[in-house]
């Protein structure tokens, strides 16, 4: 089974500012296809979990512009360009590479 | 539009048992996994298990295999989860999700779990 770890687990934000969580995979995430199968999905206050990112960089549909996904090695990072208020939730990581797929254990985002 | 719509709350005893379901709407029922997460009070996400449609192939997790019952029925493009006994740390919000699917020459393509249920609360007490 894979092991995904996450930093910070909190991470208080100003609006107008730039936002960074950090998420680590124990073993590659590399499908034969190229692509990294690490999603990206947030969870708001009292909401069902929401798609952001798949396969380490691609957007979800209707997911705003300042989400951005990288990728290096078995190291990911979601950044948000700009936060605003909306953004708050846990944001969680999940490998789609193999069964079982496994989650992080949870950022959780706030306003300062 | 493309959906998920669960069952609703469930309130049940210890030994008891259940099935909650999930019906897909607006994509074809068949051509995607399905897949069950649950999140137990004020904690973070667990993937459950995935089921294909078109063919009922199953994985599950090794913590919640033997614990659960994933299933579908094509004729009503409707999903379950079911429990034969339920254990008071059952208690849980369960999603359905959907995800992966295989085009006419079984290429599979994954786009993240894009679509999710509104959630099931089970509550397990005597």
């Known amino acids: 089974e894979i092991v995904m770890t996450q930093s910070p687990l909190s991470l208080p934000v100003t609006p107008g500012e730039p936002a960074s969580i950090s998420c680590r995979s124990n073993q590659s995430l590399l499908h034969s296809n190229g692509y990294n199968y690490l999603d990206w999905y947030l969870q708001k206050p009292g909401q069902s979990p929401q798609l952001l990112i798949y396969s380490a960089s691609k957007r979800a549909s209707g997911v705003p512009g300042r989400f951005s996904g990288s990728a290096s090695g078995t190291d990911f990072t979601l950044k948000i360009s700009r936060v605003e208020a909306e953004d708050v939730g846990i944001y969680y990581c999940?490998?789609?590479?193999?069964?079982?797929?496994?989650f992080g254990p949870g950022t959780k985002v706030d306003i300062k | 539009e493309v959906q998920l719509v669960q069952s609703g709350a469930e309130f049940k005893r210890p030994g008891e048992s259940l099935k909650i379901s999930c019906k897909a709407s607006g994509y074809t029922f068949s051509s995607h996994w399905i897949g069950w997460v649950r999140q137990m009070p004020g904690k973070g996400l667990e993937w459950m298990a995935i089921i294909y449609p078109s063919d009922f192939d199953t994985r599950y997790s090794p913590s919640f295999q033997g614990q659960v019952t994933i299933s579908t029925d094509k004729s009503i493009s409707t999903a379950y989860l079911q429990w034969n006994s339920l254990k008071a740390s059952d208690t849980a919000i369960y999603y359905c999700?959907?995800?992966?699917?295989?085009?006419?020459?079984?290429?599979?393509?994954?786009?993240?779990?894009?679509?999710w249920g509104q959630g099931t609360t089970v509550t397990v007490s005597s």
């Open positions: 999700v959907r995800g992966g699917y295989f085009d006419w020459t079984q290429q599979y393509y994954y786009d993240g779990m894009d679509i």
């Open positions: 999940m490998q789609a590479l193999q069964t079982p797929f496994t």
